[in-house]
């Protein structure tokens, strides 16, 4: 029912910035919070940025003055602006978002998208 479409993900070089966006979709209430996580090879899955429907935001200590997050409620689309790349940036990328399906008003779940890669070479 709930659909997270990522893009935005690819190959920089290090101090390049990329630009991820993560659309919600199906029948569903503009979604509370929206965030990114990544997850490096060998490594546990980490917060990058996430924000709620009032706009309140945070970040991961390591991407702090490099990365921003924002959206767009009316299209239930969350960005990732991501700036001064460096090769540990490198890893998938995942979009979640803590959905209210119009059909079940009265709960909420965590959906996630399938991940999208960042590389970024030396």
């Known amino acids: 029912q709930v659909q997270l479409t990522e893009s935005g993900g690819g190959l920089v070089q290090a101090g390049g910035s990329l630009r991820l966006s993560c659309a919600a979709s199906?029948?569903?209430?503009?979604?509370?919070?929206m965030g990114w996580y990544r997850q490096a090879p060998g490594k546990q899955r980490e917060l990058v940025a996430d924000?709620?429907?009032?706009?309140?935001?945070n970040y991961g200590d390591s991407v702090k003055g490099r990365f921003t997050i924002s959206r767009d409620n009316a299209k239930n689309t969350v960005y990732l602006q991501m700036n001064s790349l460096k090769p540990e940036d490198t890893g998938v990328y995942y979009c979640?978002?803590?959905?209210?399906?119009?059909?079940?008003?009265?709960?909420?779940?965590?959906?996630w998208g399938q991940g999208t890669q960042v590389t970024v070479s030396s």
């Open positions: 979640k978002a803590d959905v209210t399906l119009r059909t079940l008003p009265f709960r909420r779940d965590d959906y």
């Open positions: 199906g029948s569903i209430f503009s979604p509370n919070a």
């Open positions: 924000i709620t429907s009032g706009g309140s935001t």
